[in-house]
């Protein structure tokens, strides 16, 4: 087989970056850490609910729970035990853009996960039985998080983002009523299109060999189907009275996340935006954190975050308290980003906050899943091996005044989403708070 070597990165004594492709298109990445005693191997196909048609509506999810309910040569409780009964761990996970299946255990384990993993990538049985057993499993897994404001809140976050009949804009998991229509055609078809070569990652890291990955992997994978990239529809931005969207609830708390449409991750900004989410909300040193838990001691949870796709970002900032302090929490919050709009951020804390950013990404790659897991959504994002330490330069050349002036270019009204779950009188206090808000932030 004609393997074609593309990119080799040594970073380090301790860990080695290196990317393989096969004549299908499926690529091949490993972190060589020889001073480990696992393995992290993870199977990942470049699509998610945001490739979904609009009558497969959670069929990517769907397709992420039968891979486990058995192969034509493995039971579900032979995936689960040729796994979990030598010591390893198996896993999986769905998002808008992709899906991922992983695991990891002792490095002499390697070749049985590379088996299993790559039996269930190819070869699950999607049975009419199977199907409707699930469906019932992913119904409860729906209202789990409908009893859960705080993770239902990130569906209405993006529902009020993007549109409910924009795919980035409806639950990853599906509804009860779009479960209902899937059936095994459906299905079986979104599987064949989608679990293909070209759409294909496999990464790697631990005390393993690039050359024992391509020996373990090849073989097992080059019957797949090259097929083709997914088309993706460009995301519409919902602005203004449809970028908000309130759940009623007789809840004890308010849950609220106050966005705004950001940059993507491949612009330039991006750096700076991930200083400006720490700066604000990431952790205990931030303004928000400070202003709100430990001055006003109005709420226990505060935090940011930012949410990157190929073409589309949300800068998003979340909140949960007692109703009767929303009124002052919003107040300060608008303060706070009136402040960060027009004062450069004071320079002791900006380079605080790239400590924080590149210790965090320092300590986070020293474990295996951590390193499986940079290969993967790097390739996935840009197609190639990502340099932790060109991103953490990168951070670290960020200047207040790049700070300052994304504030002002992201804190505006016409980027601004709300979305909220809590009890009667939720809804007007934040109705009243986004009509006050101006791009002035007055």
């Known amino acids: 087989m004609s393997i074609i070597s593309k990119q080799r990165l040594e970073l380090s004594e301790s860990v080695t970056y ?26 990942w196909a470049s699509v998610g609910s945001r490739h979904e048609r609009p009558a497969e509506h959670g069929a990517a999810h769907f397709i992420e729970h039968l891979l486990f309910k058995g ?72 209202s789990m998080v409908y009893d859960q404001p705080s993770q239902y809140l990130d569906d209405l976050l993006s529902g009020a983002a993007w549109g409910e009949h924009n795919p980035l804009g ?8 779009s479960l209902d229509t899937l059936r095994q055609a459906e299905l079986q078809d979104f599987f064949k299109r989608s679990y293909v070569g070209s759409q294909c990652v496999v990464t790697a890291a631990g005390n393993i060999t690039h050359q024992q990955t391509l020996d373990a992997i090849a073989s097992r994978l080059e019957k797949l189907p090259a097929g ?48 400006l989410s720490i700066l604000l909300g990431e952790n205990m040193s931030s303004l928000l954190f400070q202003k709100l838990r ?28 007692d ?63 990502v340099d932790p330490t060109i991103s953490q330069q990168r951070l670290q050349a960020v200047s207040g005044e790049q700070v300052q002036q994304l504030a002002s270019e992201l804190f505006q009204a016409q980027r601004l989403v709300i979305a909220a779950v809590g009890p009667k009188g939720t809804k007007p206090i934040l109705a009243k708070w986004r009509a006050e808000f101006d791009d002035k932030n007055k």
């Open 18 to 43: 290196e990317l393989s492709e096969l004549p299908n298109g499926v690529q091949i990445a490993t972190a060589e850490m020889p001073h480990m005693a696992s393995a992290s191997l993870g199977f």
């Open 71 to 142: 192969t034509h040569s493995r039971s579900a409780s032979a995936i689960a035990r040729e796994i979990e009964g030598v010591g390893a761990s198996i896993d999986a996970y769905t998002s808008e853009d992709h899906t991922c299946y992983y695991t990891r255990g002792p490095a002499e384990l390697f070749e049985p996960m590379a088996d299993v993993l790559a039996d269930m990538f190819q070869h699950p049985c999607l049975k009419t039985a199977d199907i409707d057993n699930e469906r019932g499993v992913i119904k409860e897994e729906i």
């Open 170 to 177: 409806r639950p990853i998991t599906g509804t009860l009523a």
């Open 228 to 275: 083709k990239v997914a088309a993706l529809a460009q995301p519409a931005l919902q602005t203004g009275k449809s970028a908000f969207c309130v759940a009623k609830r007789d809840t004890e708390q308010v849950h609220f996340s106050i966005a705004f449409h950001a940059y993507d991750r491949h612009d330039d900004r991006r750096y700076a935006q991930k200083l």
């Open 294 to 321: 430990e001055e006003e001691a109005v709420c226990y949870s505060i935090q940011t975050d930012v949410m990157t796709f190929k073409d589309a970002g949300l800068f998003n900032i979340y909140c949960a308290l």
């Open 323 to 385: 109703p009767e302090h929303l009124e002052r929490a919003l107040a300060v919050i608008k303060q706070t980003l009136k402040q960060l709009r027009q004062q450069a951020c004071d320079e002791c804390c900006l380079q605080e906050s790239k400590s924080y950013a590149i210790g965090q990404s320092r300590v986070a790659l020293e474990s295996t899943s951590s390193q499986m897991t940079w290969l993967g959504e790097g390739l996935m994002a840009y197609e190639r091996l």
